[in-house]
């Protein structure tokens, strides 16, 4: 079993080494949010099959259907927080105003 990734106190990142990932939209409805992780781990197991089949007009198909789960859980696209505040995600968080906070937890 994986230890559990640390993620900032407002919620909106959770941290693997040492870079911000933007996490799942706290605003999801729970059936909401089941459907769209199961449609992104579908779509990862296309990519996986496309990948083996050396398909490139399925693997294209398969990254894009992944694409599109992330946009609807709120990994990626438009931010899913209203209050204007930037987007990190992908950055080193010694490099964003999660710094201070990061270095607290040891810089994991």
Avoid: C, I
């Amino acid at each position: 079993m994986t230890a559990p990734r640390p993620a900032t106190p407002d919620g909106r990142y959770f941290v693997v080494r040492g870079r911000l990932w933007r996490a799942v939209n706290p605003h999801l409805s729970p059936a909401e949010r089941d459907r769209h992780v199961h449609a992104l781990m579908d779509a990862r197991r296309a990519v996986k099959a496309a990948l083996q089949a050396d398909d490139a007009a399925a693997l294209a198909a398969a990254r894009q259907a992944v694409d599109a789960a992330k946009r609807a859980l709120g990994e990626r696209g438009p931010v899913w927080w209203n209050d204007g505040a930037p987007d990190y995600n992908r950055h080193l968080a010694k490099n964003t105003p999660y710094a201070d906070w990061f270095a607290a937890q040891g810089g994991l």
